[in-house]
C-alpha cells in the first residue's frame, strides 16, 4: 500500500539565512521563553538534510511521498517586497528538490500573505509551472485572519487551480499567550507549551477555519478546500453544538457549519496516530475526506504503515486515507 504524506517540513541554508536578516525570532517575551520556542524548532538536520535523514526515515516507514513545505511562513516582519521575492526564491529552491526526488516529493508553496494578490500569482506560477500541488498558509498576518476580504484573490485562485490550501499552526498573538496560557502556578516553559504545540495553536488555527466558514467564503468559492491538521484542530468534536448555535436563518449562510465543514475541509493526523480519532472522523467526514500525514521531523513515529495497515476500517478506507485522496486532491 502506497502512502503519501502531506504535512512534511523542510527548509534551506539560503531561506533560513534570509528569514534571520528580518529578525522573526519572537520579541517582548522572557528569555527563557524565547530559549523555548528556539529549542522546539531545532530540528535543523532533519529540515535541512535528504538524503541522509529523511529519506531514510521515509524508507524506514514505508513513505512512498512527501508532500513538503517550509517549516515556516514568510514572517509578517518581512516587507511585502521583500516577502515576494523570498517566497518565489523559496517556492524555487524547493521545485528543485522536488525534481530531484519526482517519485518521493511534491510541494506546497509558501506565499507572500502580505500581498493578496501577488500572493494568488504565485501561487498560479508555482502550480502551473513548478508543479505544486497547493499551498500552506500558517497562523495570521499581522493579527488578519484569512477570512477577511483582502485574502479573498489568494482562495479563489485555490479554487480555480483546483488546489487546496492547508492551515498550520503558528504562534499566537502575545496578548493570548499571556491572558490564556502562563500563569505563577507553573513555569514560563510551561506557558510556551501550553501556548503552542500543547493547546494554544491548535485551538487558534481551529478558530481560524470556523471563521472561514462563517464568513460566507465557501458560499463565494463552493469548491475551495481547505485541509486541517491534527485531527481538525478541534473543531470536529464541536460541529454539532455550532449547528445548533448558528443556524444558517441567523448567520445569512446557505448552509450548516457541519455542511460546510463536511464539504469543503480535509482532515490530517500529523503525525498524532490516535486509532480512536481515526475512526471517530471517519464515521464524522467520511474517509474521502481523511488524509495521512506526520509532522517531519517534529514527529517521527515508527508506526507509520502498520498504524493505517492494521485500522479497524476497510481495505478501501485505508487505501483512500493512505494515497487515494491525496492523489485526487493534490493531482499527484
Not at 498558509?137 to 482562495?155: C, N, R, S, T, W
Request: hydrophobic share 40%; glycine share 6%.
Amino acid at each position: 500500500m502506497r502512502l503519501i504524506t502531506l504535512e512534511e517540513h523542510f527548509t534551506s541554508p539560503e531561506i533560513v539565512e534570509a528569514n534571520n536578516m528580518f529578525n522573526l525570532q519572537p520579541q517582548s517575551q522572557p528569555e527563557e521563553l524565547t530559549d523555548f520556542y528556539k529549542s522546539h524548532t531545532a530540528f535543523g538536520a532533519e529540515l535541512l538534510d535528504i538524503e541522509n535523514m529523511r529519506l531514510p526515515y521515509m524508507d524506514s516507514q514505508n513513505i512512498t511521498m512527501q508532500v513538503l513545505s517550509y517549516t515556516s511562513p514568510i514572517s509578517d516582519k518581512v516587507p511585502p517586497s521583500d516577502a515576494l521575492r523570498i517566497c518565489a526564491r523559496a517556492n524555487d529552491i524547493l521545485a528543485g528538490h522536488v525534481a530531484e526526488h519526482p517519485e518521493r516529493f511534491a510541494g506546497f508553496a509558501t506565499l507572500p500573505m502580505s500581498d493578496p494578490k501577488a500572493a494568488a500569482v504565485e501561487l498560479e506560477r508555482c502550480v502551473k509551472e513548478l508543479r505544486f500541488c497547493g499551498a500552506l498558509v500558517a497562523g495570521q498576518f499581522q493579527g488578519h485572519f484569512y477570512d477577511e476580504p483582502q485574502f479573498l484573490p489568494i482562495f479563489a485562485k485555490a479554487e480555480e487551480l483546483d488546489v487546496p490550501v492547508y492551515f498550520h499552526p503558528a504562534l499566537i498573538n502575545p496578548a493570548i499567550q499571556d491572558y490564556y496560557f502562563m500563569s505563577p502556578s507553573w513555569s514560563v516553559v510551561i506557558g510556551g507549551q501550553f501556548a503552542s504545540a500543547g493547546f494554544g495553536w491548535h485551538m487558534d488555527v481551529g478558530i481560524h477555519v470556523v471563521r472561514m466558514i462563517l464568513s460566507g467564503i465557501f458560499d463565494k468559492l463552493p469548491k475551495l478546500k481547505i485541509i486541517s491538521g491534527h485531527w481538525g484542530e478541534m473543531v470536529p468534536a464541536f460541529l454539532e453544538r455550532m449547528d445548533y448555535m448558528f443556524r444558517p436563518e441567523s448567520t445569512g449562510l446557505q448552509r450548516t457549519i457541519s455542511d460546510y465543514y463536511k464539504s469543503n475541509i480535509y482532515l490530517t493526523p500529523s503525525g498524532i496516530l490516535s486509532a480512536m480519532q481515526l475512526e471517530y472522523l471517519v464515521k464524522l467526514m467520511g474517509a474521502e475526506h481523511i488524509l495521512y500525514s506526520v509532522d517531519y521531523p517534529y514527529m517521527q513515529p515508527d508506526n507509520v504503515y502498520t498504524f493505517i495497515a492494521d485500522a479497524n476500517l476497510t481495505q478501501e478506507q485505508k487505501e483512500l486515507i493512505a494515497h487515494g485522496n491525496a492523489e485526487r486532491i493534490l493531482h499527484l
